[in-house]
């Protein structure tokens, strides 16, 4: 009944109402909704004491800094090509099997998705490479772009996104120590692993049914010349996550000469560290005639370019942060628990509709916001019904930034995709919805139990 739904549910409600007329029919920016969305949950609540609580504390956290800093190195990799060559290799190497193309996709569109976290933009930028090729080869355009638009939003899930990040985050406040970030990492690559078979089994599937053909010959760089142009690249992905598996097998030892608060610090500097070496690393392997000092004052200034496309995501993830602070501080978390578990919903029942209603959200909210947003009451809700809050914390960037921009009719990455591929709507809409349905039974299967994720 309409009485039994508590204020603050009533609270998130109206908020989402707003974020979408503002997104959907107004058609401002993600960031402006989110923004006007923070200065609503103010006045609806009445908590105008919170204001300056809301938008100074995201600026203590790292993880914040962290995922701004991962941001800007997508933006490096974009300026400086080494990501070219890493594409070269994969090229090379799996484009002589049938449907190559799509795989080359698969990878390269994963990668690069989850350092820039955002599944539309990466679409606009390594689609322009990955569906042409996907096209030469016999890929029917619907095809191509779908199967771009789907691997564009597997990044989200996989660390180290930002969403990734943003999740840790949201489950830390609400259990301090329970998990380290790198822990919580290894757990996020288990939930991507799943998901990545899950496609390269759909692609297998439509390779077959649309009998898709290997690279070309003269379209495939040899594999010795590629390696020889390309080993420098590939050691860009071992300086992101070496570091990371190190603090996190390494941490009793390091615990142990530092003590916990230096073991803690310590795992604060790698994360904030890693996305800048790794920074100064491209720079110094990219190609040209110019000296290092010339290549890096030459990234300098093309990031003063760039900033324009990284301050919105970065400023969206702020104040949706902000945002989870407020509902945190009024109980939000606690009033949707009690009214789920009032609702007296099963794992099973709570695996099918928790799917479709990010889903649908995910029409007009970016996942980060999503999680911000929600994320605290859904983990706290799974804890109160028995069920381990880890599992959804893991899945939260699958349901949310996964489903992103995928689902007809507001796909924003599909649109993205369809508008390179060429694709005509209609065949494009129905294997966009495959690639979800899919996506939300994998979802839904996990969440019930039934498939474990590995190092959970």
């Not at 484009?95 to 080359?104: A, D, I, P, Q, S």
């Not at 310590?266 to 000296?291: D, H, K, N, W």
């Not at 007296?344 to 970016?366: D, E, H, Q, Y």
Request: glycine content about 10%; overall charge neutral; some cysteine.
């Amino acid at each position: 009944m309409l009485e039994a739904v508590p204020t603050e549910v009533w609270y998130l409600v109206i908020l989402l109402g707003f974020i979408a007329v503002l997104f959907v029919v107004v058609k401002r920016p993600v960031y402006e909704c989110i923004i006007g969305g923070y200065l609503l949950v103010i006045v609806l609540t009445g908590r105008y004491d919170l204001f300056w609580t809301g938008l100074i504390e995201p600026a203590e956290s790292t993880l914040f800094y962290a995922i701004l800093s991962f941001l800007l190195l997508a933006q490096i990799f974009g300026e400086t090509k080494v990501v070219d060559k890493i594409i070269r290799v994969i090229l090379a190497s799996i484009g002589r099997v049938r449907g190559g193309g799509g795989y080359v996709s698969l990878f390269a569109s994963t990668f690069m998705a989850a350092l820039a976290g955002t599944g539309p933009g990466n679409v606009a930028s390594t689609g322009v490479f990955t569906i042409p090729t996907m096209i030469k080869t016999g890929f029917p355009r619907a095809l191509a772009a779908t199967t771009e638009m789907s691997s564009s939003a597997l990044g989200n899930i996989i660390p180290p996104s930002g969403i990734v990040l943003l999740t840790y985050g949201v489950y830390n406040n609400l259990y301090p120590e329970d998990i380290t970030l790198t822990q919580f990492w290894l757990l996020a690559w288990g939930v991507g692993l799943l998901f990545f078979l899950q496609r390269w089994l759909t692609l297998l599937g439509f390779t077959w049914y649309y009998d898709v053909d290997a690279l070309p010959t003269e379209d495939r760089p040899p594999l010795g010349k590629s390696l020889r142009e390309g080993w420098s690249a590939l050691v860009i992905p071992l300086i992101i996550f070496l570091p990371l598996l190190f603090d996190n097998y390494l941490s009793g030892w390091i615990g142990v000469r530092l003590g916990s608060e230096g073991q803690e610090a310590f795992s604060r500097l790698v994360l904030v560290t890693t996305p800048g070496v790794a920074m100064l690393y491209s720079v110094a392997i990219a190609s040209g005639q110019e000296s290092f000092l010339q290549r890096l004052k030459s990234v300098y200034q093309s990031l003063t370019k760039v900033a324009k496309k990284v301050a919105p995501v970065a400023g969206t993830i702020y104040v949706a942060y902000g945002i989870s602070i407020i509902f945190n501080t009024i109980g939000m978390e606690e009033s949707i628990q009690s009214w789920f578990i009032g609702m007296g919903l099963t794992r099973i029942s709570l695996a099918i509709i928790l799917p479709l209603f990010t889903m649908f959200l995910g029409m007009v909210l970016p996942g980060s916001s999503q999680v911000a947003i929600l994320g605290g009451a859904l983990i706290s809700t799974y804890a109160a019904l028995d069920m381990n809050p880890l599992l959804i914390a893991a899945m939260l960037p699958a349901l949310t930034g996964a489903m992103e921009g995928m689902t007809p009719p507001l796909a924003l990455s599909m649109y993205v995709a369809m508008g390179i591929a060429d694709s005509p709507f209609g065949q494009t809409v129905i294997l966009a919805f495959v690639w979800v349905a899919l996506h939300l039974i994998l979802s839904m299967f996990i969440l019930a139990g039934f498939i474990p994720v590995p190092w959970l």
